[in-house]
């Protein structure tokens, strides 16, 4: 549906898209609808004085917008469509029941228009936020609150609906209702409806105070009001078949919609919007160069938009491009400038800085020579004084060196003194040691005993003897008074003195005095007077415990003292000699304080002098410092000078250049921006020509730019390609401008990777923080949220033709700015984004139709591997097998260079900032000099490294593209199989599995030690092997296509073949107009061959012309030896098309080998062992192949379990998933297919037999009739190719008919009596009956298979002499090897006599075949990139439309007819024939009328075209066909009888031969018409000499004989000429005889009559009895005739 013919819906107080906006407009405007003037207005009496007015007030009104909508941040250019368009949306939204159809491509404004529009007028805006799980409910729950809100609140709402919303067609039916009734059936259930009314009764009252509040009432109110408050507005996008469908499926759409188009923005709008996004912003250049560039944005973008249009008519690739991407381009702009400006910025401020510094240094040189002179005078003062203060301090440190002697001696004698004290105290130590365990146990014993213990003790009347005992050990140890010494009279010993151990206990601190006890007060007296005691038995501690208790602490104590003594009586001497050497030390160290006094007052003077020195020589080390530090700073400038000469050459060279970079960088970027914003979906070819023409409109608008620009260096210097090169992106120009493409666009990259090289590069390149996912990934959302939030890069990978609108938001970078993050909405929620997050989109689609929504939101990039970057990766391939050690030295080589070059860049960069960096002068700054000696010496190194890294580079090289021949071949050949998939779809090979074929080549081809015989070998089997595995994967009639194509594709690599020559081979002279091309030579050469010569040729080729195969024949004039095979495959071409399969042949064997020449045998065992549990097995199934008994005979045969699955119910899983794995590129595809030829079909059946099969049977009949039923079923399935010819009907023979057949015989054989031999009455009938005829629905085709039965099944089939065909025996073998053998002798190619066809069949057939080759080759190549001048394709239609309506007959008129048929005899047969076909051709000549018209108001846009068709070959011939058609029945009726008639003329000719028998049958009396049978004569006569018709019957003329010649003198069929088709039938005399009287003639051959060339039962008419030759003796039988296929049309066309 066009613009056109939907402006028309648009109502009256609509603005029309075409009509120019002028003040007056505006102010008519506002007095038809006041309320529409208000919005531009702020009161009525403001109207709008001109579109400037209006811009500033929506200008206003979008600040507003901005302000008060979250999120918002809408920045549009009120251009004059951009303003048209918003009146029309707004005055749509202000009025009551108001809906709008928005028609255009993505981005041109239409939703923000619509957001505005709403928002001046008040009203809100909606739209659904689509989910994974959105669908209708959700639409529904949706459509609920907007219901809502328009009829319940009152409140006007904007219901915006894009079709990137259309997630389910259904929802447009929803949509539909809405636009066509405002009601949507079982919206709202009851209670809510409840609900709604019962608030609408005071509101209705209000309004309508008459209206009683019923529910209907009430109902009716809510919905009339939710249609006036709320408003559609539909987005849709004109692009692709789905809005015409949804047109015509939703008239809802159209009918209910104020239609606005959104067309291509104008150049003025393009123009208009640079100027407001450039207007205010800085670039550095004069104000018409910034108006020029303003005038190429725009013209850059229609150039896009018109190359788009190209690139789709040559690759059939299609692109877009959107206002949206324009916007795009123009920030991209300012983006790409500001960053080649700030960068070339900060180098020529370096370079300033640095080139200033070092004229400073210079200057500082002479001035240092200067000071260099008096410090060095100053120096020489200072060493002098040095040197007398230095002898001052030589006699001062001489006295102070004396003292400090005798201060030593002192200080000797004193520390020997302590050296022997501490010598005596250790032993002291020592030995008390030993005594301190005793100790330690007493003193924790004393711990145990408490006060309460002794009181206890002194309260005994009579304690114990072991604790009086103990108590007169301590009176002892105190030297206490005991009572006089008497025996004790309870046991021996002295008696205790209990008594003076009560008073010791009684004494205050008694516990305490314990514990302090000074053991040094025990003596030898004291100890003997204890040893009684202690020597006692029960004197322990064990004893103690029992009898004192607590006080036995006591006895350990006592005990512990007096071992004590015993160590303590050799310490106590120490102690006394320790307390005297103590004395001595004291008196020494006395000593040794006044001579330290001395000591110290020397040292001061020592140091008062040695200050005095030090001064004088920091003195003298300053000055000389100074000297040293300015003879440094000499050298220093010096060296940095001399250093950076060179440098600073080249950075006052380079600092030249920088203003004019700037100057050109205004070009410059703008290039780089249109590439980066534009070329990612178009191939090389066509980005070089997008490049030329930018560069034409800079020269064209004077914008300077730089020449010869090379976008790559540009944006990425070459040290990140090599990184990438590194991290697997081909070297190839195109694969790095794709990286530039995906690293610095503006817009998240899209990749078409069909082979998944760009995905390979972004997993290399982005490590292990990628977040892999794709679009059906149950976790998706999850990823997308993390990696968002994260900051973490993620691949999205293998999607389709649609994105999941979640992604919108992300993909258009509508970021919302909340503090200091920014978040964006993904689906229904709101996630942070982090500034590292990074987005990649992949799609294996190889030709992916992308709507322009998708195109303006991403960036698009083409990364189909192409021939030169696979050329290098297989190149990489073949050395990695053949020379690995080069291929590693290779990589390591590129890494060294690669980081070589990074760290010469880095020393450059460390260099200028040090340079620029430095504070004050460079002479002071000593690490510079350092820097610069590093930077030199590592720029010497990395220089050599390099020079030595290219000449190794060069070697390595030279040794690779050794076998670069190699790479050539296997790029030519996948990309060959690439373009075959364009043929057929089915045919995709993956990438990965053609290099794993590849690889498979490299280690199977022949070994040799001599690298040139080694590549020849590799290559003859890498090309032999793809071509076997590819062409097995095809069907038959594409094989010798793909065979065709591969030596022309070699030679076009190799420039054997010129281009040129190849599309003259193709085209021929397909391109070119007969009557513009000189006159014809001769009248033999027919039109399509002076077309393809195109050139004035008198000699005489016709001898070679009409020979029978001219490919074999010398060519005439000397050329015959100077063309080599593609030459004479070109000539063919062009004289003999029906001989360019024969040529095609010969130039395959000559170019490629007689193996490729040749079909195919599949072998299916093979095919399996190839396959993997990975890597599925398909068959293409076709008419006559079924692939089941062969694959279960495999199985069988390898005893692998074989299961079926079939498509139907209940099978779906697991259909869908061995389908899935299928389709995955990997699998290994095979066709079943029976092979062309004699010779392939009968190897491929002797292939499957065995030598079992073949001695199955001892009888000599076997054998023979094995081999005959074969060669049957070649013929049957070859005569298939010849068309109607061949059969009527291509029926499907496959080898089970085969297989049946043989089964049959067997069983024969196994059953007949020897003596009577074969019965051949029933093999014939079960073979043309049963087996083969079986399949056979036509009573001709099945009189054919008869035929062949009864001619080649026989007795005589057993003589030597019998032959199917010259040359086509039957052989003599008895092994399966010898048939096989036999078989190749065969020809290779049949002539179409061996299968009972004349050689002129054989000129349909190949020129047919060479045609379908030749415009299957042409069409899978890229049109030719010349523009086509002239008329559109609509205008020719037009034209021709308009011409034929000017040919057409007019209408017949009925009560004419019926006047006219009235006066001729209304019941006469022929007449009611005649008012039939008058009928019919009324009919069409209405139908075609009304057709032709409704086509002019289709061109127009007006009606919607359906299809109609007509069978014909073309519409011209259909056309001149009805003119003579209607000549002759117009002719009939209004001027008389035709004497003789046009037979093809008619509609019904079987009712035409009804009449006419009926006619003759009411002649005569007494004949039935059912007795009446129709009987024909062929005359001598020609239509012209025809002067009256016959006296019965009827003549007819217009019947071609096909299949056979006609001789017109013996009125018999005839061999045809060569090269002639068919041939015209004389007059024939068509009339009725009675059959009683009719004796049927065997010798007349029984001619079936069509109507067209496509023989069945539909186009069958009658059949005619032609007379067959005499001579020779085989034409004689109607049955040679019948083999030949001979038939009568009516029609050749």
């Known amino acids: 549906m066009s613009p056109t013919q939907l402006s028309t819906r648009f109502s009256s107080t609509s603005l029309d898209g075409t009509q120019n906006v002028t003040p007056g407009w505006l102010l008519l405007e506002a007095h038809l609808v006041p309320s529409a003037a208000a919005i531009f207005c702020s009161a009525l009496s403001m109207l709008v004085p001109s579109l400037s007015v209006l811009a500033d007030k929506l200008l206003s009104y979008m600040r507003q917008y901005n302000e008060l909508i979250r999120g918002a941040s809408m920045d549009l250019v009120f251009f004059k469509d951009a303003m048209v368009h918003l009146v029309k949306v707004s005055r749509i939204i202000r009025t009551d029941r108001g809906n709008a159809l928005l028609v255009g491509v993505g981005g041109s404004g239409k939703q923000s228009l619509t957001r505005l529009a709403s928002f001046i007028a008040g009203c809100k805006t909606f739209q659904i936020t689509l989910t994974r799980s959105y669908n209708a409910s959700n639409l529904v729950e949706d459509l609920k609150a907007l219901y809502r809100m328009a009829g319940q609140k009152g409140k006007g709402i904007t219901f915006i609906f894009t079709d990137n919303e259309v997630k389910d067609e259904g929802f447009l039916e929803y949509l539909n209702n809405i636009l066509s009734s405002g009601e949507i059936s079982n919206l709202f259930a009851r209670d809510e409806l409840d609900e709604i009314t019962g608030e609408l009764v005071s509101v209705m009252k209000k309004q309508f105070p008459r209206r009683p509040p019923t529910q209907e009432n009430l109902y009716n109110f809510f919905i009339s009001r939710a249609r006036k408050n709320l408003h559609v507005a539909l987005c849709f996008s004109p692009v692709g078949e789905k809005f015409r469908n949804r047109a015509l499926k939703f008239p809802g759409l159209i009918s209910g919609c104020t239609v606005d188009w959104f067309s291509r923005w104008p150049k003025d709008a393009l123009v208009a919007v640079a100027h407001h996004f450039l207007s205010s912003y800085e670039i550095i250049c004069s104000p018409q160069t910034k108006q020029d560039v303003v005038q190429a944005m725009g013209t850059f973008h229609d150039f896009v938009a018109e190359t788009c249009a190209s690139y789709f008519e040559r690759y059939r690739r299609p692109t877009h491009i959107t206002p949206k991407s324009y916007l795009a381009f123009i920030g991209g702009y300012k983006s790409i400038y500001n960053e080649k400006k700030a960068q070339i910025g900060e180098l020529a401020n370096r370079m300033k800085t640095g080139l200033d510094k070092l004229v400073e240094a210079s200057e500082s040189v002479a ?123 309870d046991r021996p010993g002295p008696k205790p003195s209990w008594g003076e151990s009560l008073k010791m206990m009684s004494q205050q601190g ?418 510079l000099i350092e820097v610069l000696r590093t930077t030199k010496d ?285 389709m995955a590129g990997l699998s290994i595809k095979f066709t079943n297919e029976p092979p062309q030829g004699v010779r392939a079909g009968l190897k491929r059946t002797y292939v499957s037999l065995t030598q079992e099969q073949l001695d199955y049977s001892a009888m000599s009949q076997w054998k023979p009739l094995l081999f005959a039923v074969a060669f049957l079923h070649t013929t049957v399935q070859e005569r298939r190719k010849f068309g109607p010819l061949g059969w009527n009907i291509p029926y499907e023979f496959n080898q089970a008919d085969f297989t049946s057949s043989i089964q049959f015989i067997q069983n024969h054989l196994d059953g007949i009596d020897v003596k009577r031999g074969v019965c051949w009455n029933t093999v014939r009938y079960m073979l043309g009956e049963v087996q083969y005829g079986g399949r056979v629905t036509d009573d001709y085709d099945k009189r054919l298979l008869i035929t062949f039965t009864k001619v080649w099944f026989g007795e005589h089939m057993f003589v030597d002499s019998f032959a199917f065909y010259k040359g086509y025996k039957i052989p003599q073998c008895k092994s399966i090897e010898q048939f096989r053998e036999a078989i190749d002798l065969l020809p290779l190619l049949d002539t179409p006599e061996v299968f009972g066809l004349h050689p002129n069949a054989d000129i349909m057939y190949q020129t047919n075949v060479a045609k379908e080759v030749l415009d299957t080759i042409s069409s899978i190549q890229p049109k030719d990139s010349s523009g086509r001048a002239g008329e559109t394709r609509e205008s020719v239609v037009n034209r021709i439309a308009m011409d034929m309506l000017e040919k057409l007959p007019a209408d017949y008129i009925p009560h004419e007819i019926k006047g006219r048929l009235q006066k001729m005899g209304a019941l006469s047969s022929m007449n009611i024939f005649l008012r039939q076909e008058l009928d019919r051709m009324q009919k069409v000549i209405s139908v075609v009328r009304s057709t032709l018209q409704d086509l002019q108001l289709a061109i127009e846009g007006t009606i919607i075209m359906s299809e109609v068709s007509w069978e014909s070959s073309t519409l011209g011939f259909w056309f001149t066909e009805l003119l003579e058609r209607n000549t002759q029945f117009n002719r009939w009726i209004f001027t008389a009888r035709p004497t003789v008639f046009w037979m093809t003329g008619f509609f019904n000719p079987q009712g035409f031969l009804t009449a006419m028998r009926q006619e003759v049958t009411r002649a005569h009396k007494g004949w039935a018409l059912d007795s009446v049978i129709l009987q024909n004569s062929v005359t001598k006569m020609s239509r012209d000499e025809v002067t009256q018709p016959p006296l019965e019957g009827v003549y007819v003329h217009g019947l071609y004989l096909d299949g056979a010649g006609w001789d017109r003198k013996g009125c018999r069929l005839t061999e045809p000429s060569p090269k002639v088709l068919s041939v015209p039938l004389p007059v024939v005399h068509l009339y009725a005889v009675n059959s009683a009287d009719w004796v049927r003639d065997l010798k007349l051959y029984a001619c079936p009559v069509y109507k067209k060339p496509r023989r069945t039962d539909l186009t069958y008419v009658t059949t005619l009895g032609l007379h067959v030759p005499a001579n020779p003796p085989h034409a004689s039988n109607p049955e040679y005739w019948i083999l030949r296929g001979v038939a009568l049309l009516c029609d050749i066309r």
Not at 444 to 467: F, N
Not at 602 to 618: H, N, P, S
Not at 1076 to 1088: R, T
Not at 1160 to 1169: F, K, N, S, Y
């Open 938 to 1222: 590592t720029a010497l190194e990395v220089s050599e490294k390099l020079m030595v890294a290219a000449e190794t580079e060069q070697k390595i090289n030279s040794a690779r593209e050794e076998y670069r021949p190699v790479a050539t071949r296997g790029s030519i050949l996948y990309f060959l199989i690439v373009e075959m998939s364009m043929v057929n779809v089915m045919y995709q090979t993956s990438l990965r599995q053609f290099l794993g074929l590849f690889d498979l080549a490299i280690l199977k081809s022949d070994r040799s030690p001599f690298p040139t015989k080694r590549i020849n070998n590799i290559v003859e089997y890498l090309t032999y092997e793809v071509f076997k595995y590819t062409v097995r994967g095809l069907y038959v009639n594409h094989k010798f296509l793909f065979t065709l194509l591969l030596p022309l594709k070699i030679g076009l690599r190799s420039n054997s073949i010129a281009y040129e020559e190849f599309q003259t081979f193709i085209k021929g002279g397909a391109a070119l107009d007969l009557k513009a091309c000189p006159s014809k030579s001769a009248k033999w050469i027919e039109d399509i061959i002076w077309l393809n010569l195109v050139r004035r040729n008198e000699r005489a080729w016709k001898a070679w012309f009409d020979s029978e195969a001219p490919e074999e024949a010398e060519i005439p004039d000397g050329y015959h030896h100077c063309l080599h095979s593609f030459k004479r495959l070109l000539l063919i071409r062009c004289w003999c098309p029906d001989r360019t399969l024969a040529q095609a042949i010969k130039f395959i064997g000559e170019a490629m080998g007689a193996r490729y020449s040749e079909g195919v045998i599949l072998d299916l065992e093979r095919v399996w062992e190839e396959s993997t549990r990975l890597t599925p097995l398909i068959c293409f199934l076709s008419m006559g192949s079924d692939p089941t008994t062969s694959i279960e005979a495999l199985a069988k045969k390898l005893k692998l379990k074989c299961t079926a699955i079939s498509m139907g119910q209940g099978q779906e899983v697991h259909a869908r998933r061995l389908l899935q794995q299928c």
């Open 367 to 489: 001035q240092l020579s200067k000071e260099l002179v008096v410090k060095e005078k100053e120096l020489a003062g200072a060493s002098a004084k040095a040197d007398e203060v230095l002898r001052e301090v030589t006699v001062k440190a001489t006295e102070a060196e004396k003292v400090k002697a005798a201060v030593q001696k002192v200080k000797d004698k004193a520390q020997a003194l302590v050296d022997d004290i501490a010598a005596d105290k250790a032993v002291a130590e020592g030995k008390l040691e030993m005594a301190r365990p005793a100790l330690e146990e007493a003193e924790s014993a004393l711990q145990t005993i408490k006060a309460s213990d002794i009181a206890t003790v002194r309260k005994l009347g009579k304690p114990p003897h072991l604790i009086m005992r103990i108590m007169d050990c301590v009176l002892l140890l105190f030297r206490h008074r005991l009572d006089p010494m008497a025996p004790d009279p």
């Open 510 to 927: 008694f516990l305490q005095s314990l514990q302090n006890f000074v053991k040094d007060t025990i003596n030898e007296e004291t100890v003997e007077l204890l040893a009684p005691y202690l020597t006692m038995e029960d004197y322990n501690l064990e004893t103690a415990k029992k009898v004192c208790g607590n006080v036995a602490g006591l006895c350990s104590w006592t005990t512990a003292m007096a071992f004590f003594f015993t160590i303590n009586k050799e310490v106590l001497p120490l102690k006394a000699n320790l307390a005297v050497q103590e004395g001595r030390l004291k008196v020494a160290m006395s000593s040794l304080q006044v001579a330290q006094v001395q000591l110290d007052d020397k040292q001061r003077e020592l140091d008062a002098v040695q200050m005095m020195y030090e001064g004088a020589v920091k003195e003298k080390k300053t000055l000389l410092d100074a000297a040293e530090t300015c003879r440094k700073k000499m050298k220093a400038a010096t060296a940095l000078i001399s250093g950076l000469a060179g440098e600073k050459e080249r950075w006052t060279q380079q600092s030249k250049e920088f203003e004019q970079q700037i100057t050109q960088l205004v070009g410059d970027a703008l290039l780089a921006t249109a590439f980066l914003s534009y070329s990612g979906p178009f191939n090389q070819e066509f980005r070089n020509h997008l490049a030329k023409g930018w560069e034409k409109q800079l020269q064209k608008h004077r914008i300077p730019f730089t020449g010869d620009l090379n976008i790559t260096t540009l944006l990425v210097d070459g040290v990140t390609v090599g990184e990438w090169n590194l991290q697997g992106l081909p070297s190839d120009d195109l694969s790095v401008q794709n990286g530039i493409i995906v690293t610095k666009a503006t817009r998240y990259p899209l990749l078409i990777d069909p082979q998944g090289q760009g995905k390979l590069w972004i997993r290399n390149r982005e490590g292990k923080e990628l977040q892999v996912t794709t679009l059906n990934h149950k976790y998706f959302r999850n990823h997308l949220e993390d990696s968002l939030s994260l900051g973490r890069p993620l691949l999205i990978e293998d999607v389709g033709n649609e994105l999941d609108p979640a992604l919108d938001n992300v993909l258009e970078k509508n970021f919302i700015k909340s503090g200091r993050t920014l978040k964006v909405k993904v689906g229904d929620k709101e996630v942070d984004i982090m500034s590292t997050f990074r987005l990649y989109v992949t799609t294996k689609l190889a030709n992916p139709s992308y709507t322009p929504e998708i195109s303006a939101r991403t960036s698009i990039v083409d990364f189909t591997v192409t021939m030169k970057g696979l050329e290098d990766q297989l190149l990489g391939r073949v050395i990695l097998t053949e020379k690995q050690e080069l291929e590693a030295e290779k990589v390591k080589l590129l890494e060294e260079v690669t980081g070589n070059k990074r760290k010469m860049k880095e020393l450059e960069d460390n260099l200028l900032y040090r340079l620029t960096s430095t504070k004050g002068s460079l002479v002071d700054d000593e690490s």
